[in-house]
């Protein structure tokens, strides 16, 4: 499938091809093993690629969130996370022992369900609002 897709994109010309893969429990080892065959079926598709692999988490999920980062980052290699649902309660302060272990750049915040709740992430402003 993915290896169609990045075929088919290059094809077209097309600038990004992404691969949207629907949640995995890094807990269930037979997932992480397709999830690791999606990521080399890319790199046969295309040299270099894939060339990132973002990982979202959900801002609520508090200290386990730091255990999904590594055992991704272990399984795939990361290049950058998105923080969804920084509009709860949660204020993402996870992120503070996330960026202490694996030093992965968070590219986007989640803010609530609109498309404009997704922002580009601002590490002082983010400071700002956890110490608030
Ligand atoms: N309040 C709030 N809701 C969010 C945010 N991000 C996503 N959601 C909602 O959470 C629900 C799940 O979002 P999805 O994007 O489908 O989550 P997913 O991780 O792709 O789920 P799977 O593909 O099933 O693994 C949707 O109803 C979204 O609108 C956020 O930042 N704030
Ligand atoms: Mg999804």
């Known amino acids: 499938m993915t290896f169609d897709a990045v075929t088919a994109g290059r ?20 997932l992480m093993e397709e999830l690791k065959k999606i990521k080399r079926v890319i790199g046969k598709a295309q040299d270099g690629a894939p060339h990132e692999v973002l990982l979202v988490i959900d801002g609520n999920t508090g200290q386990n969130a730091l255990a999904q980062v590594k055992t991704f980052d272990d399984a795939i290699g990361l290049t950058g996370l998105i ?35 997704l922002q580009t992430f601002n590490a002082a402003e983010f400071a700002q609002a956890l110490l608030a």
């Open 11 to 30: 094809a077209r010309g097309c600038d990004v091809v992404i691969a949207d893969t629907a949640g995995r429990l890094p807990t269930q080892l037979h």
């Open 83 to 117: 923080v969804t649902k920084l509009d709860g309660t949660a204020k993402g302060g996870v992120l503070a022992a996330i960026a202490r272990e694996r030093a992965i750049p968070v590219y986007f915040i989640g803010v609530g369900e609109k498309l404009e709740d």
